[in-house]
């Protein structure tokens, strides 16, 4: 089956500075990477997804790139700000996520004032 | 529109029990999926139901297991309870095509001692 891995486990990063976060799949027929955020003590919600016939989408601050060749996909967030604290999951899926979503281990994103 | 519900939100039982909780995804969605939460493995794939019926499955024992009722609300049944069931469970509903975000709920706490 799919697998995810996901990079770094923690990151800390100066406020107004970028994160970047990267993930790696196993499974050539996977065509649905969606990024979620999950707040402490709250429910995962999506903040950007991209689908495997693009390389790249962007919406304001955070953008997400992905590369099929090498099965590699990172999400990008610029001028970071503190409610940008959270653990964030990647994922990926065949059949454009209705057949369930594997997740990434999450990486802490710490914002330092 | 009301968001995913789940119940009950928080419960504990003791090994060897048997539990339901309880999932009604948002109305006009027919796919719900299952995830278990733990510190040390994720976000893991349960199951994924569309119409009454389980449309996918992760790699989960026999002892998980799940149903969809006509209405599209969902239940999730674990019997025979171990210590390593304790975890956040949680529930996603979308239209249930592709490329569809998957709207989480706010998870049942399972605790088994």
């Known amino acids: 089956g799919e697998n995810v891995e996901q990079h770094p486990s923690t990151l800390s990063v100066q406020e107004g500075d970028s994160a970047v976060i990267k993930c790696t799949y196993s499974?050539?027929?996977?065509?649905?990477f969606p990024w979620y955020k999950q707040e402490l003590g709250k429910r995962p919600q999506l903040i950007i997804d991209?689908?495997?016939?693009?390389g790249e989408k962007k919406d304001q601050r955070i953008a997400v790139t992905l590369n099929k060749t090498a099965k590699h996909f990172s999400l990008h967030i610029t001028e970071t700000q503190p409610e940008d604290s959270a653990v964030y999951f990647c994922a990926a899926s065949k059949g454009g996520g209705a057949d369930g979503l594997t997740f990434g281990k999450g990486t802490h994103l710490i914002i330092q004032p | 529109k009301a968001g995913v519900t789940q119940t009950p939100r928080y419960l504990i039982k003791t090994r060897g029990q048997q539990v339901t909780l309880s999932c009604s995804p948002i109305s006009g969605h027919r796919s719900v999926s299952w995830y278990q939460q733990t510190p040390g493995q994720g976000l893991q794939f349960l199951f994924e139901y569309f119409s009454e019926t389980q449309r996918n499955k992760g790699n989960f024992p026999g002892r998980f297991s799940g149903r969809q009722f006509s209405n599209s609300r969902s239940e999730m049944n674990v019997s025979t309870l171990e210590l390593g069931d304790s975890a956040l469970y949680l529930c996603a509903s979308t239209l249930g095509g592709s490329y569809n975000e998957q709207f989480f709920g706010p998870g049942t706490r399972l605790t088994v001692l």
């Open positions: 991209i689908r495997s016939n693009v």
């Open positions: 499974d050539s027929a996977s065509n649905y």
